[in-house]
Structures are given as C-alpha cells and as structure tokens.
C-alpha cells in the first residue's frame, strides 16, 4: 500500500468516524430534549372559561393564581396598572363584590408558539351592584398575553377597558 492510498484510507475513516459521532452527539442532544406541541386555537379561546370561572367562586387568589407572578394588569374598572400580585388580588377582590359573570362577544387567537399566546376580542360582564342587586351589563375590549410556564398558561398580560361607544 502506498503511502498516498493510506493517507486516503486515513482521511477516509476519520470523516466516518467524525460524521458517526455527529450523528450520535446530535441524536443525543435531541433525545432528552421534549418538543411540547404548539397549543390550538380553541384550547388558548378555552383559558378564558378557566378565567371566568375562578371569578365565579369568588376567591381572589383563585382568580390571581391563574396570571404569572411577575404579570400586568390594566384592568376594567381601575385606572391603576396592577403590577405586583398584591395589587392584582387587590383588584379582584374589589371586582369581585360585584359577582361578575362574563361572556365571550368576540374572539381572535394568535397562537405564537408552543409557549405563548394572544387571545383578544370584546367579552362583556354582567355586574351585580351589592347594595341594590342592579344588574348592569359592561361591554369591553380585551387582551390576554399567556406564555407556559412550567408546563401551565399563566397570564402575563390582561389589559381590559370598557367600549369607548358604550
């Protein structure tokens, strides 16, 4: 054998042994690694059915543990922007003294990725005054800014406000 042909033979089995331990090293990479599937339309639509029903047991911290704990909240019936977790569960449980009861009038769903989401729209709220027991129905825009953390949707962002029109 010449030495050109061994050269050869050497550069050859080195280039499978390097392309074989590629092929390993990126298998082994990707094995451990879980590729979550990106979330449907109708499933991020749904976080709002979770949402409203916590404000139907009307616990604060029920409603407030479904938001992330660095979350912001410019809320409905507020002009203060809610940026701890004390200032949110403050919110609700004042929000919550009028049994707000809502429904969804229109919805669009921008799924991101596999860990965030937009869900936007107008919901209106009926409202029970806790003096009188008048119902008032209040139509709003809304907008909810979900990520996954630790393998659940938490709100990082809900910005309300009621319809400029009325």
Known sequence: MTRRSMNKRVAIVTAAVIVAVGTVGTVAATAGTHTAKKASRTQIAGLFDTWNAALKTGDADKVVDL???DAVLLPTVSNK???THAEIV???EHFLENKPVGKK???VVDVLDNDSAIDTGVYEFTLTDPDTGAKRVVKARY???YEKRDGAWKIVNHHSSAMPEG
Do not use: E, L
Request: charged letters at 15%.
């Open 67 to 69: 938001y992330a704990s």
């Open 81 to 83: 922007v809610r940026t």
């Open 105 to 107: 009038v229109q919805t």
């Open 143 to 145: 907008t909810y800014a």
């Open 90 to 92: 403050d919110y609700f």
